[in-house]
């Protein structure tokens, strides 16, 4: 309702500023809005069904048993409310591993899958549980180890060296990610033990190492060339273990995958609504004039403070980047083109599109797959965490690419 109403404000005031078509445009976005909301839920419903189908394959087999296992150690302290043995530990074993390898058309439908799983836990079925919020930041604040499409971005803007942000993007992404979970830890009133401690250690101890191989130009370059093949093939050998597995095991694989695709298509079904209700909202933000008023107060702000100014080009994409990743995408590649693809300001906005999430959506979607309407703090703190993680990113930027 907020968008709504700060839509109407600023477009009130543009109409009385002389602008008399600011509520024509406002009218067309939100029609072209709800027609894209269905367009990429129709578009989502594929993705859904193939791997949901999947992922019902590999829960009768066994194999997601075996991987909610190997990260119920850090599961088990993040979500103390969930039983280890229950199947969302399994979903979100595998939400996590698609998004660190940048499998994002694996790790929707695992993630809507895990919303049910913990919903099936949740004693008030209208509020987001505990459980269900840290869940959403780790989507919010996803590690991303192979960010491929920024590599495919930078490449297609003509960079030397595509993979020349890969390093900014990991450590953006682990130092956003071990922000928001302290703090959703801190928020939630849970305690921060020594495995934790260990893995915070771990995080330190990796990001020395590709700081290392960044600094050594054949890996650096080898890691670029093979990084897209990995992700491939490593997609296409996944879905060829969990096949192979569940025949050893004497699973009905097709009857197995049906099923789940059905499940895929009812979630697809439950999400339109949800889509088509956020992205109107976002329609009347942006073509109100609001977005653009939010810039220009931005950057006057930055200019009387005497910050630097040389990421201020990037801005479009960091405003952008939680309301919309197509929106942010479009920003992205406008900003290379507009003030050069190896600029510190089009490096800036890569990282950032690469380490940071959609918030909107994220929570939207999620929330919406399981019927939720009231997602407590899930929201606010999802959007805090992910400024926060912009400005990690920028600083990051300012560290790797000095002046």
């Known amino acids: 309702m907020s968008f709504f109403v700060l839509g109407a404000l600023c477009a009130s005031w543009h109409f009385f500023q002389g602008d008399e078509q600011v509520f024509a445009r406002i009218d067309a976005a939100m029609m072209q809005a709800s027609q894209s909301a269905i367009s990429t839920g129709l578009s989502l419903a594929g993705t859904l069904c193939l791997w949901m189908g999947f992922f019902e394959i590999a829960e009768r087999s066994g194999a997601m048993q075996g991987l909610a296992r190997i990260m119920s150690p850090l599961l088990r302290r993040l979500l103390p409310d969930v039983p280890v043995e229950h199947p969302a530990m399994s979903a979100i074993s595998m939400n996590l591993a698609a998004n660190m390898l940048g499998l994002d058309q694996a790790a929707t439908p695992f993630g809507l899958r895990a919303m049910q799983e913990l919903q099936q836990l949740n004693e008030r079925a209208e ?5 269900q919020i840290m869940f959403l930041m780790l989507n919010c604040n996803a590690l991303t180890l192979l960010p491929l499409s920024i590599f495919a971005y930078r490449a297609a803007a003509g960079a030397h060296d595509p993979a020349l942000v890969f390093l900014p993007i990991v450590i953006s992404s682990l130092l956003g990610l071990s922000w928001a979970i302290a703090l959703t830890l801190f928020v939630q009133g849970q305690r921060i033990d020594r495995l934790l401690l260990g893995i915070a250690l771990g995080v330190v101890a990796m990001m020395a190492c590709l700081a290392w191989i960044d600094r050594q130009a054949a890996w650096s370059a080898r890691l670029a060339h093979g990084s897209s093949l990995f992700g491939n093939a490593l997609l296409l050998g996944l879905m060829v273990a969990l096949l192979l597995s569940a025949q050893r095991r004497q ?16 979630t697809t079904l439950r ?4 889509l088509v209700g956020m992205w109107v909202a976002l329609a009347v933000f942006r073509a109100s004039g609001f977005f653009d008023l939010l810039l220009s107060l931005l950057q006057g702000a930055l200019q009387w403070m005497h ?11 960091i405003l952008m980047k939680p309301f919309s990743g197509g929106g942010a995408r479009v920003l992205l590649l406008e900003t290379l083109q507009r003030v050069g693809v190896d600029s510190f300001a089009g490096r800036v906005a890569a990282v950032v599109q690469g380490s940071t999430e959609t918030i909107f959506y994220v929570v939207t979607v999620y929330l919406g797959s399981v019927g939720i309407r009231r997602g407590s703090y899930a929201l606010s703190l999802g959007l805090f965490t992910e400024a926060c993680g912009a400005l990690l990113a920028v600083l990051v930027c300012y560290v790797v690419f000095p002046a």
């Open 127 to 131: 509020v987001a549980s505990r459980s």
């Open 251 to 266: 699973v009905e694989v097709y009857d197995s995958f049906i099923v789940g695709a059905g499940r895929g298509l009812q």
């Open 271 to 274: 999400l339109l609504p949800y």
């Open 307 to 317: 910050v630097s100014q040389r990421f201020v080009p990037a801005l479009p994409v």
